[in-house]
């Protein structure tokens, strides 16, 4: 089965620098690649997401870069702000399976 | 809209006791799923229903039962409780997109314990 590994396991940042979130995974049939991010406390919540037949994909502060024959892929932020501060999980899925496996999550803290 | 509503929020349990675990979405989404966070451990898919009448398992099933009579309800239920439930249970909903079930919308959670 898919295996996903998400570095690092925290990341401490000041406000205004950049962060970035990496993830590897295992079954090169995979396709398609979430980001969620989870406040302390509440639900996780999907943030950007990226297809295989994509090599990044922007949203505002927010960009993630894929690259298929390293098989790893790169959550970016740029110009972080103290509620960036939470728990990102990276996952794939595809290959023939229905089930996404996620990666064990990094906590980001931005200090103001 | 409410989006996924889950019930209860916090619940706790006597070991070998059974109990529900509601989840309802509103969105008509084809899929829903259940997942269970451990600490340190991301979150792991239990069951799955692609549509109403449709139901299978995920990576960690022992334990757990589901059904989906409606596309609206996908509850969870727990057989015979054991210490090593205690978890943070989220239920998510997604539209029919591509081969995989890529949860869209999660719950607020059941924080689960088991005595």
């Known amino acids: 089965g898919e295996n996903v590994e998400q570095h690092p396991s925290t990341l401490s940042v000041q406000e205004g620098d950049s962060a970035v979130i990496k993830c590897t995974y295992s079954d090169s049939a995979s396709n398609y690649f979430p980001w969620y991010k989870q406040e302390l406390g509440k639900r996780p919540q999907l943030i950007i997401d990226?297809?295989?037949?994509?090599g990044e994909k922007k949203d505002q502060r927010i960009a993630v870069t894929l690259n298929k024959t390293a098989k790893h892929f790169s959550l970016h932020i740029t110009e972080t702000q103290p509620e960036d501060s939470a728990v990102y999980f990276c996952?794939?899925?595809?290959?023939?399976?229905?089930?996404?496996?996620f990666g064990r999550g990094t906590s980001l803290i931005v200090h103001p | 809209n409410a989006g996924v509503t889950q019930t209860p929020k916090f619940q706790v349990l006597k070991t070998g006791q059974s109990m529900t675990l509601q989840c309802a979405q509103d969105m008509n989404h084809e899929y829903m799923s259940w997942y269970r966070q451990d600490p340190g451990m991301g979150l792991r898919l239990i069951h799955y229903s692609v549509g109403a009448g449709i139901t299978d398992q995920g990576e960690v099933p022992n334990g757990y039962n589901v059904s989906r009579s409606t596309t609206e309800d996908f509850p969870l239920r727990l057989l015979s409780a054991a210490p090593s439930q205690t978890s943070v249970y989220f239920c998510?909903?997604?539209?029919?997109?591509?081969?995989?079930?890529?949860?869209?919308?999660f719950g607020d959670g059941t924080r689960l314990s088991i005595l």
């Open positions: 990226i297809r295989s037949n994509v």
């Open positions: 996952a794939a899925q595809g290959g023939g399976s229905y089930i996404p496996t």
């Open positions: 998510a909903s997604s539209q029919r997109q591509g081969a995989g079930i890529q949860p869209q919308h």
